[in-house]
């Protein structure tokens, strides 16, 4: 009777100290974004390398790292594409944290590429074609002529859309200051994130 008595006082001292431990515990949590254009990036990882704790980043973009306890920690965003972010995090209330992130793209083509290109008098405007090469009409190629602008297609493989709008938009502004709004008349429909 004793040793049944001892056993229960045991597990029942044991669950509250396991729960008493975990109440200054809190729950890290977020949404991770492309700076570029502010759309979630699904399906990256954040963790707490200090502590062996990781999660996923939904489709949304939303995060959450749960039973963080107190202390001083790195949290790193890390995801296909873009450069992995540490941030320094300090947990030391019961609150928990709220940690947004804007990620940035690790593609060569962005408005700095956009920037030297015009410089260069060398501007582009890129589309994707997929698996079926791009065709070029009569009309198509009297336009690179006015305008100065080539037109260039990325196949199967483009970096990511985002920052292909990103080098598009440079462009947009380029020709809107030079010429006006009216080359937006005869420029081709499948040119990325361009919006007649």
Same mark, same amino acid.
């Given at each position: 009777?004793? $040793?049944?008595?001892?056993?229960?006082?045991?597990?029942?001292?044991?669950?509250?100290?396991?729960?008493? !431990?975990?109440?200054?515990?809190?729950?890290?949590?977020?949404?991770?974004?492309?700076?570029?254009?502010?759309?979630?990036?699904?399906?990256?990882?954040?963790?707490?390398? !200090?502590?062996?704790?990781?999660?996923?980043?939904? $489709?949304?973009?939303?995060?959450?790292?749960?039973?963080?306890?107190?202390?001083?920690?790195?949290?790193?965003?890390?995801?296909?594409?873009?450069?992995?972010? =540490? #941030?320094?995090?300090?947990? =030391?209330?019961?609150?928990?944290?709220?940690?947004?992130?804007?990620?940035?793209?690790?593609? /060569?083509?962005?408005?700095?590429?956009?920037?030297?290109?015009? !410089?260069?008098?060398? /501007?582009?405007?890129?589309?994707?074609?997929?698996?079926?090469?791009? $065709?070029?009409?009569?009309?198509?190629?009297?336009?690179?002529?006015?305008?100065?602008?080539?037109?260039?297609?990325?196949?199967?493989?483009?970096?990511?859309?985002?920052?292909?709008?990103?080098?598009?938009?440079?462009?947009?502004?380029?020709?809107?200051?030079?010429?006006? #709004?009216?080359?937006?008349?005869?420029?081709?429909?499948?040119?990325?994130?361009?919006?007649?």
């Amino acid at each position: 009777m004793h $040793s049944k008595i001892f056993q229960i006082l045991f597990y029942i001292s044991f669950f509250v100290s396991c729960y008493s !431990q975990g109440q200054d515990n809190v729950s890290i949590h977020g949404f991770v974004k492309s700076e570029i254009n502010d759309k979630p990036i699904p399906y990256g990882r954040v963790r707490i390398g !200090q502590l062996g704790l990781w999660t996923f980043v939904n $489709s949304a973009g939303w995060y959450k790292l749960e039973n963080v306890p107190p202390g001083k920690y790195t949290v790193s965003f890390i995801s296909e594409g873009f450069i992995t972010k =540490d #941030t320094s995090i300090s947990v =030391d209330g019961p609150h928990d944290l709220k940690l947004d992130l804007a990620m940035t793209s690790k593609s /060569p083509v962005n408005a700095a590429l956009a920037e030297r290109d015009i !410089q260069l008098n060398t /501007p582009r405007l890129l589309h994707i074609t997929g698996i079926v090469s791009a $065709s070029y009409s009569f009309r198509d190629h009297r336009f690179e002529k006015e305008y100065g602008v080539k037109y260039y297609s990325y196949g199967c493989v483009s970096p990511p859309e985002h920052c292909l709008i990103e080098y598009n938009r440079i462009i947009f502004g380029y020709l809107d200051n030079k010429f006006g #709004t009216r080359w937006r008349n005869y420029v081709r429909e499948d040119i990325i994130g361009l919006k007649k």
